[in-house]
C-alpha cells in the first residue's frame, strides 16, 4: 500500500488556478483598485544591452492591467510627424503622479518634497519611494469611484490596451489627460477608435497581455526611505 502521508505535505504549496482575465482596450472600468509596485524586472535586448523596469497593477471586478514603467534611457525629447513629444522621463512622471493624484494625494506632495530637496538621486530611488507611498492606496466605494479608461494601440494588427498618451502642451510642459479618476469620458476621435474597434473582427485574446516595448539600464545606490518619509 502507497505510504500518501508524506506526499499530501506538498499540498498546501499548490496553487489555486488564477480567475484573472487582462482587461481589455477601449473600455472605461469602474471601482478599480491599485495592486501595487511591482520589484524590478531586468532583461536584455537583443543587442545585448540590458533594461529594468516595475509594473503597477490595477484590478477590478473585470480583469487586470498592467502598466510597465521603464527606467528611462534619456531625458531629451523626441520628434514623431514633425511634433515634438515629452521624453521616457517625462512621461513616466506624468503617469505617477496622476496615480499618486487618486490613490494618495498627499503622498504625491510628499514625493514633490523629496525631490524638490534634492534627496532622490537616482530612478532606482524614485522607484522605491513611488512603491512605498502606494503601499496603503485610497481603496474605491460606491461614493468614491475610481475608474480606469483604456484606449487601444495597434501593434502588428492586434489591439492592445494602452493608458493616455502624454503630449506636449502649449505652455511647453509634459500633461497626460485623466486614465484615472471619476466620470471618465471619451473624445470625439476616441469613440470613432472605439466603434472602429467594437465593429471590427473578434481580436487574438492574445493581445490584451501587457507586453514590454523598451528598453534599459540602470544602477542603483542604497538609500533609508523609512527616514525620508
Given at each position: 500500500m502507497i505510504d500518501f502521508s508524506t506526499g499530501f505535505k506538498s499540498f498546501s504549496d499548490i496553487s489555486a488556478?488564477?480567475?484573472?482575465a487582462y482587461l481589455k482596450p477601449w473600455n472605461i472600468y469602474k471601482k478599480v483598485k491599485f495592486?501595487?509596485?511591482?520589484?524590478?524586472?531586468?532583461g536584455n535586448r537583443s543587442d545585448g544591452e540590458g533594461w529594468k523596469a516595475w509594473d503597477f497593477t490595477f484590478e477590478c471586478e473585470d480583469g487586470v492591467y498592467r502598466e510597465r514603467i521603464f527606467?528611462?534611457?534619456t531625458m531629451e525629447r523626441g520628434e514623431y510627424n514633425g511634433k515634438v513629444m515629452p521624453s521616457d522621463f517625462e512621461r513616466t512622471q506624468c503617469f505617477i503622479a496622476q496615480v499618486l493624484f487618486i490613490y494618495n494625494p498627499k503622498g504625491?506632495?510628499?514625493?514633490?518634497?523629496l525631490t524638490s530637496e534634492g534627496?532622490?538621486?537616482?530612478?532606482d530611488q524614485f522607484m522605491d519611494v513611488v512603491k512605498k507611498l502606494l503601499e496603503k492606496p485610497i481603496v474605491p466605494t460606491d461614493d468614491n469611484d475610481i475608474q480606469l479608461k483604456l484606449a487601444g494601440r495597434n501593434s502588428?494588427?492586434?489591439?492592445?490596451?494602452?493608458?493616455?498618451n502624454c503630449a506636449i502642451g502649449q505652455?511647453?510642459?509634459?500633461f497626460m489627460s485623466p486614465f484615472l479618476g471619476k466620470k471618465l469620458t471619451w473624445s470625439a476621435w476616441e469613440e470613432q477608435q472605439k466603434r472602429a474597434y467594437e465593429t471590427s473582427a473578434p481580436s487574438d485574446p492574445e493581445a490584451t497581455k501587457p507586453i514590454a516595448t523598451n528598453d534599459?539600464?540602470?544602477?542603483s545606490e542604497d538609500i533609508d526611505f523609512n527616514n525620508l518619509l
Open positions: 488556478p488564477s480567475e484573472s495592486a501595487g509596485v511591482s520589484d524590478p524586472i531586468t527606467e528611462p534611457t504625491l506632495e510628499k514625493l514633490k518634497q534627496k532622490v538621486k537616482t530612478f502588428n494588427g492586434r489591439i492592445y490596451p494602452r493608458i493616455t505652455d511647453g510642459k509634459a534599459i539600464d540602470t544602477k
